[in-house]
């Protein structure tokens, strides 16, 4: 007959459970379940015809489990429950790991890499999604996972094709982390789960043109103070927000490849005079950027306005939301400056950031330093911008079609009415 296991909670308990309270494994998995503790589990239920209760002298869910399987083997209560041989490398098992725990030592060793912001963004967001996937299925063990979660879990993911594509490659680098620290014994990423086609390929990007760009600056003079735009107020006084902040906040992005986000939580310690500065190289060293003396003038009088952070929406520490009220209003700027079919995102002044200095013959390596990326990667986005790309290539046909046959010249005559 299968016998009943349960934790006995002492008055000691580490989770401050009730003295002699019980729990199931499956209550210990359920969302909400809070701490764990290392009271002892026992066993229950009738064996040859005798119902008794019996300490397995263990906290561990597992070894309980093989403890209660010999009692039933040997169907009695009498005696020491004799066990099968087990392998000496299972005997010596590590304790199993949980998921947030996991998480925890994952998130830990990318912030100590030392990535960029947005970089570490990322992964919070796909660990926090795996972990709500695993609080749906009431798994709280790394090791409970199998192919089949991740296979769910990665299909129904409502992402683009690219999306996804960084996703399985998040998936892939997560549990490889885990089996290489031996947080778990294999990784349950099948190996034959594959990105959707087109995954991989290079997108485009698309920068604002010079009349766009114009034309964006040119619609915040449309949205007028008070109209659903919210009001800000602050030690230093309180107002609408309008154009002219979204005007600034435009101008930042532009003249210095900012993303959204660091734009929001923008702190006026990054400048000093005409240079702001960007970040810390991996290789060693600063990156600034210059900015004119007017956006500078302009940044000053708002952190006078506004603060430190003069684009920082309120106390909130929640990046999401605030970034999301700057998107809405972009988003207005946008549907006022009407500047054609493709979609217009905040992302395009980082584009257009980066198209300005490759058209103006600024080096590859120089864009890429001030992008915080690669130079294969700046060549492989914004390839059509980069002038010594295009002489190279045009320098190619020429000699190429040097010699070739061509149509000798003739006189045409006006043909006579």
């Known amino acids: 007959m299968k016998l009943n296991l349960y934790r006995r909670h002492r008055p000691e308990c580490e989770a401050g459970k009730p003295e002699d309270s019980r729990s199931s494994e499956h209550e210990e998995r359920r969302k909400g379940w809070g701490r764990k503790c290392r009271c002892q589990i026992h066993v229950s239920g009738t064996l040859d015809g005798t119902f008794s209760r019996k300490a397995t002298r263990t906290s561990d869910w597992v070894e309980a ?16 429950p004799k066990f099968e041989a087990i392998p000496s490398e299972t005997a010596a098992a590590k304790p199993r790991v949980t998921i947030t725990d996991a998480v925890k030592i994952y998130l830990s060793n990318r912030e100590a890499a030392n990535l960029a912001s947005a970089s570490l963004r990322k992964y919070a967001v796909f660990t926090r999604k795996l972990r709500a996937f695993a609080d749906e299925r009431g798994y709280v063990m790394l090791d409970q996972f199998t192919r089949a979660d991740i296979d769910v879990f990665y299909s129904t993911s409502p992402l683009g094709i690219r999306s996804k594509g960084k996703m399985l490659e998040m998936l892939r680098t997560f549990f490889r982390f885990c089996v290489n620290r031996e947080l778990v014994a294999k990784s349950p990423v099948s190996p034959d789960l594959k990105p959707p086609i087109g995954a991989n390929r290079v997108a485009n990007k698309l920068p604002f043109t010079d009349k766009q760009l114009a034309d964006v600056i040119k619609a915040c003079d449309a949205v007028n103070a008070g109209t659903n735009n919210g009001r800000w107020g602050n030690r230093f006084g309180s107002g609408e927000w309008t154009g002219e902040d979204l005007k600034d906040f435009i101008w930042l992005m532009t003249h210095t490849g900012l993303r959204i986000s ?145 149509p000798r010249l003739k006189v045409l005559h006006a043909a006579r009415s």
């Open 65 to 80: 489990q093989r403890i209660a399987e010999a009692y039933e083997k040997a169907d009695s209560w009498t005696g020491k």
């Open 262 to 406: 660091d734009a929001v939580l923008f702190d006026m310690d990054r400048l000093d005079g005409n240079e702001v500065f960007l970040r810390a190289k991996k290789n060693g060293g600063d990156v600034f950027v210059w900015i004119p003396d007017w956006l500078r003038d302009r940044l000053r009088a708002r952190a006078k306005q506004l603060g430190n952070q003069p684009f920082k929406i309120s106390s909130s520490q929640r990046l999401d939301g605030m970034t999301d009220v700057w998107r809405q209003r972009l988003a207005k700027v946008f549907e006022l400056a009407d500047i054609g079919t493709e979609k217009a995102t905040p992302h395009r002044f980082r584009h257009t950031f980066a198209r300005i200095l490759l058209q103006r013959g600024v080096p590859v390596a120089d864009v890429a330093d001030l992008l915080g990326d690669d130079e294969k990667t700046v060549r492989a986005h914004y390839a059509r911008w980069v002038p010594e790309r295009q002489a190279r290539l045009t320098k190619i046909l020429k000699d190429a079609f040097r010699g070739q046959p061509k």
